[in-house]
C-alpha cells in the first residue's frame, strides 16, 4: 500500500509569488490533515478535510492560504502571493477515521523557501 | 487549550546506552490519545504509538517501551541499547476528544554515536 505522497518535495519561490503544494493521502482514507513547521517551531496544525469538506480550517493563517480537495481524493494547498515568513515544512497527513482513534500517517513534506 | 512540551531539544548519547525521551502535555479534555512520532533524516514522520487516555498501561515494542502517567501528564519514551539507526527527530503529539487534529511538541532531536 502506497504511503502518504507530496508534490513537490522542496519548492523555493520569491516573495510575492504563487505556489501549490499537493498531497496524494493513502487510499481510502477519508480525513485528510494540512500541517506546517516553521523554522524552530513545532508542527502546527492547517486544517482538516472529511472527504471533500472542510472540517476544520481554524489553523489557516491568512486568507493567503486556499485548500481544496475536489472529489475527496488529493488536496492542493495555494500560498498566493507568498510572504517571507511561509517558508517552512508542510505536511499532509491522512487517516481512515478521526485523529484520536485512528493513527494519521503522514508524508515526508514540501519543504517552501520564500526568498 | 492543549499544549505538549518536550523539554529536551537535543540528546546525546553513545550506543548501547538507554535513553527517555520526556513529554508532558496540557488538556482539559477527559478522552484524549496520545502519540510518538519519529522524524529520520529523510523527513517523513513515522507514526510508532498511539495511547488513548482511559488505558495507562505501559507499553513494550523491541527496545521501545512507553510510560503513560495521568498523574503527571507525561507519556515518556524509552529506547533500550540504542542504536545508530535510531539518530532521528522524535516528537510527542496529543489528540482531542474532537477528533480533528494534533498538537505536537517542539521535538528532540536524539543523536547516536557509535
Known amino acids: 500500500e502506497a504511503g502518504v505522497t507530496q508534490f513537490p518535495s522542496h519548492s523555493v519561490i520569491e516573495k510575492g509569488q504563487t505556489v501549490t503544494l499537493r498531497c496524494d493521502p493513502i487510499s481510502g482514507h477519508d480525513n485528510l490533515y494540512w500541517y506546517r513547521r516553521v523554522m524552530g517551531k513545532e508542527i502546527k496544525f492547517l486544517l482538516h478535510?472529511?472527504?471533500?469538506?472542510?472540517?476544520?480550517e481554524s489553523g489557516m493563517p491568512n486568507n493567503r492560504f486556499l485548500a481544496e480537495r475536489t472529489g475527496g481524493t488529493y488536496s492542493t494547498l495555494k500560498v498566493q502571493p507568498a510572504e517571507l515568513e511561509d517558508s517552512g515544512v508542510y505536511f499532509c497527513?491522512?487517516?481512515?477515521?478521526?485523529?484520536?482513534?485512528?493513527?494519521?500517517?503522514f508524508g515526508p513534506g514540501t519543504r517552501l523557501t520564500v526568498t | 487549550a492543549q499544549k505538549v512540551t518536550q523539554a529536551q531539544t537535543e540528546i546525546s548519547v553513545v550506543e548501547k546506552e538507554d535513553v527517555t525521551l520526556d513529554c508532558v502535555y496540557e488538556?482539559?479534555?477527559?478522552?484524549?490519545?496520545l502519540f510518538w512520532y519519529k522524524q529520520p533524516p529523510s523527513g517523513e514522520l513515522v507514526f510508532l504509538i498511539r495511547r488513548n487516555s482511559f488505558d495507562e498501561q505501559n507499553e513494550i515494542s523491541g527496545r521501545y517501551s512507553w510510560n503513560f502517567q495521568k498523574s503527571t501528564s507525561s507519556f515518556n519514551f524509552t529506547i533500550t541499547a540504542s542504536q545508530v539507526v535510531d539518530s532521528a527527530v522524535y516528537f510527542c503529539?496529543?489528540?482531542?476528544?474532537?477528533?480533528?487534529?494534533?498538537?505536537f511538541g517542539g521535538g528532540t532531536r536524539l543523536m547516536v554515536k557509535p
Open positions: 497527513a491522512s487517516s481512515r477515521g478521526l485523529a484520536g482513534v485512528y493513527e494519521q500517517y
Open positions: 503529539a496529543l489528540g482531542g476528544a474532537a477528533g480533528n487534529m494534533l498538537t
Open positions: 488538556t482539559r479534555d477527559t478522552t484524549y490519545y
Open positions: 478535510f472529511v472527504k471533500e469538506s472542510k472540517q476544520d
